[in-house]
């Protein structure tokens, strides 16, 4: 019965050791508890149950649809979830068909993009509350591409008169196959991207130049679409400036307006602005914002079709919509060389604008946005749907927010605004047939209300940082003459030039002790700091590395008084002439032994008056100590180890008091990195031993005065932590 309970404790301590992450120590365990038999049977199960927890934590980080679908509460999620996909989904149908326009395609893969890249989303993706599908900035992308390598020019067909007319089936056809070719590409990046846990890629894309680059984007895509409101056909540019030239151009065209497509459009806004107000004034007493984008598309259509208006105005109408999905095609793989550029900067892009919705809605709610696998989740929404002729995706604000605010709570609603896609696609979308594109279009516009109203971020970055506001304006205005590739390249690089320029022109600042505090301040700051008689306390607001050594140094000596190259020259000769002397006294020595060491005696003293003059001009007649405060360095170089030695000033002594001004170094909250550092760059020696790094200002402060023999100066004094005590 005793060895029954032993075994039975022995058991039960191996489930307990099993939870551990060491192995090894497990089947030490194991082994000393039970034979040699017992011993391998528990190791087989042991290592099975280990290797189906790892394959399972595997599976939850590449599905998380497997971690929180088994346990989907039904009763509390599902009627929200519901409502918000019903929402979501007809969001998608008007959404869909204009932004395709934006991508220079058919309304109709407008609805295939809100289908398959949200079903792939829901599979992968880790965000809540995000709705993926079209987005004005992604399409006018996308469009730019299409148009640029299937221009109108080269389908230029005969007519039976001679004039020449545009295939635009072939046209088409073609630019789908550039569409699909570009996002499987995008995918493509976003997937590899991702797999090697290179999320942070993000990070260099600051939020102003995303919201100024999303801000300029929204201006290609209000130029895009003014044709279709005033229904004229302005030249195609391409290239820097080809927004200046399109507006030049449409300008040139407003006598050809066509009068009727200009009151629809004018008519269809009207109505979408007041209602989207009123959305938004009661949107706090309304269940359901009320779809307006869908009744001004119903009522349009009934309109154009029953009143014939095409044949009678000429308006231009979205055309035919095929019913049911196509079969998957594989792009075309000769393409990827004409896209592979726009394709890097799509994949971008659309991640930036797709983690940063994801983060705010998930520091909203309270749960965890994992960067990388949302990389992985859009390149596969991407990849998958650049098979069945989709374009590239990302994560749209106002359908977000809808979502949200409805009641959604899980990708559900998603999945239920994707079955509503499917329905339309596969037995409603042909009566759409009739929809003027003048109403899409006025759909895209009111639509891009929330980036222009990004142009309130110019007073706001005015009055609290000018930098960004720079570089807000540069990635605005980069957008705007460039194009969305030119502008976003020109864009990253002035951003990276910025953090450079702050790297290189940092703030430099004498400290002060506040009294009666351990508190040391800048002193043109803070009037109530002040200086410590004979101690400068020297910091920078930035690291010390090899782009702002040499200006560390000037900047040092401009503000301690030290001229550090004159007392080290002197230095120099005077221990070369002391050198020289000594040689001579030697020899003299031979012949007068009594007289050569009364010379010589004489010679220290004078010797070490003159060093001591030179030392007094050098370093001027107040500063005595100088402290180096270390703790805005985060890591040390080269350059930097062999600045702090040109700052490290010789002695005689070995605790280095004899000269008029010593160094001390206080490396702050990240010691144990720059001391290591410094140890193996050989920076700590007789003249600087460890015992002159200390963690805070203060403590070195009360070394130097203890050393004087003025502790009394400073009204708070504590046991001084020094890194030679503690390492």
């Known amino acids: 019965e005793t060895e029954t309970e032993d075994k039975g404790y022995h058991v039960a301590a191996f489930y307990v050791v099993l939870l551990s992450d060491t192995l090894s120590g497990e089947v030490k365990t194991i082994q000393a508890d039970f034979g040699a038999i017992e011993s391998q049977i528990l190791c087989c199960v042991f290592l099975c149950s280990f290797s189906v927890l790892k394959l399972k934590q595997i599976l939850f980080s590449w599905f998380p649809v497997l971690g929180w679908l088994p346990h989907y509460p039904i009763r509390e999620y599902a009627v929200g979830d519901v409502m918000s996909g019903c929402s979501?989904?007809?969001?998608?149908?008007?959404?869909?068909?204009?932004?395709?326009?934006?991508?220079?395609?058919?309304?109709?893969?407008?609805?295939?993009?809100?289908?398959?890249?949200?079903?792939?989303?829901?599979?992968?993706?880790?965000?809540?509350?995000?709705?993926v599908g079209t987005f004005a900035v992604i399409s006018i992308m996308i469009g730019s591409v299409t148009e640029r390598l299937a221009p109108d020019s080269d389908f230029i067909v005969n007519g039976t008169n001679g004039t020449g007319s545009v295939d635009i089936d072939?046209?088409?056809?073609?630019?789908?196959?550039?569409?699909?070719?570009?996002t499987v590409l995008t995918g493509i990046f976003q997937i590899l991207l991702g797999v090697v846990r290179f999320g942070f890629v993000v990070t260099y894309l600051s939020e102003p130049l995303v919201r100024g680059y999303t801000t300029g984007s929204a201006c290609h895509v209000c130029v895009s679409q003014l044709k279709y409101l005033f229904g004229v056909t302005p030249a195609r540019f391409s290239g820097p400036l080809s927004l200046i030239y399109t507006l030049v151009d449409l300008c040139r065209l407003l006598p050809q307006t066509q009068v009727p497509e200009l009151v629809v459009s004018l008519v269809a806004l009207a109505v979408l602005i007041v209602v989207k107000e009123l959305n938004t004034y009661y949107r706090k007493k309304l269940p359901l914002p009320i779809p307006i984008e869908l009744i001004v598309i119903i009522a349009a259509t009934m309109i154009t079709h029953f009143c014939g208006l095409p044949d009678k105005y000429d308006i231009d109408v979205v055309g035919e919509i095929p019913s049911g999905l196509k079969a998957p095609r594989v792009p075309d793989a000769t393409l990827f060389s004409k896209v592979i550029g726009d394709a890097f900067a799509v994949a971008i892009v659309g991640y930036a604008i797709n983690i940063s919705l994801g983060k705010t809605f998930a520091l909203k709610h309270g749960y965890k946005v994992d960067s990388n696998q949302e990389l992985v989740a859009l390149g596969l929404s991407n990849t998958v749907g650049g098979f069945f002729q989709c374009y590239s995706v990302t994560s749209s604000l106002s359908r977000s927010l809808v979502q949200e605010s409805t009641g959604g709570k899980t990708q559900v609603a998603g999945l239920v605004?994707?079955?509503?896609?499917?329905?339309?696609?596969?037995?409603?979308?042909?009566?759409?047939?009739?929809?003027?594109?003048?109403?899409l279009s006025t759909i895209v516009f009111v639509n891009l209300k929330g980036m222009f109203k990004q142009f309130m971020d110019v007073p706001m970055l005015w009055r609290t940082n000018k930098v960004d506001l720079l570089v807000w304006l540069v990635t605005f205005t980069s957008t705007i003459l460039f194009n969305l590739d030119l502008g976003l390249a020109i864009s990253i690089g002035f951003s990276m030039l910025t953090i450079i320029f702050r790297t290189q022109l940092p703030r430099y600042s004498i400290l002060g002790n506040v009294p009666g505090t351990e508190l040391y301040l800048d002193t043109n700051t803070y009037q109530e700091a002040k200086e410590i008689p004979g101690i400068k306390i020297f910091r920078s607001s930035t690291t010390l590395c090899y782009t702002n050594a040499e200006m560390y140094l000037e900047v040092l000596q401009e503000k301690s008084g030290i001229e550090i190259g004159k007392l080290l020259t002197a230095k120099r000769k005077q221990d070369a002439k002391q050198k020289r002397k000594q040689e001579k006294e030697r020899k003299k020595a031979k012949k007068q032994k009594t007289s050569g060491a009364l010379a010589n005696g004489k010679l220290s003293e004078e010797t070490k008056g003159q060093e001591n003059i030179t030392n007094e001009e050098a370093s001027g007649s107040h500063t005595q100590s100088i402290i180096l405060d270390l703790s805005t360095t985060s890591f040390v170089d080269t350059v930097t180890v062999k600045t702090l030695k040109n700052v490290r000033l010789p002695s005689h002594d070995p605790s280095g008091f004899s000269l008029s001004c010593p160094?001390?170094?206080?490396?702050?909250?990240?010691?144990?990195?720059?001391?290591?550092?410094?140890?193996?760059?050989?920076?700590?020696?007789?003249?600087?031993p460890k015992s002159r790094l200390f963690i805070t200002v203060h403590d070195a402060v009360l070394h130097i005065l203890k050393k004087r023999g003025e502790a009394d100066f400073v009204l708070v004094s504590h046991q001084v932590h020094s890194f030679h005590n503690d390492l």
């Open 170 to 182: 072939e046209r088409d056809a073609y630019r789908v196959q550039i569409a699909c070719s570009l």
């Open 417 to 439: 605004s994707s079955i509503i896609v499917l329905i339309t696609v596969l037995k409603i979308g042909s009566l759409f047939e009739d929809l003027p594109k003048a109403v």
């Open 663 to 688: 160094l001390f170094i206080v490396c702050g909250g990240t010691p144990a990195c720059i001391v290591e550092q410094l140890e193996k760059a050989g920076f700590f020696s007789e003249s600087i």
């Open 88 to 131: 979501v989904g007809i969001m998608h149908l008007p959404q869909g068909m204009a932004y395709a326009l934006l991508a220079s395609l058919r309304p109709v893969f407008g609805l295939y993009t809100s289908f398959y890249p949200v079903l792939v989303y829901f599979i992968f993706g880790t965000s809540r509350h995000i709705s």
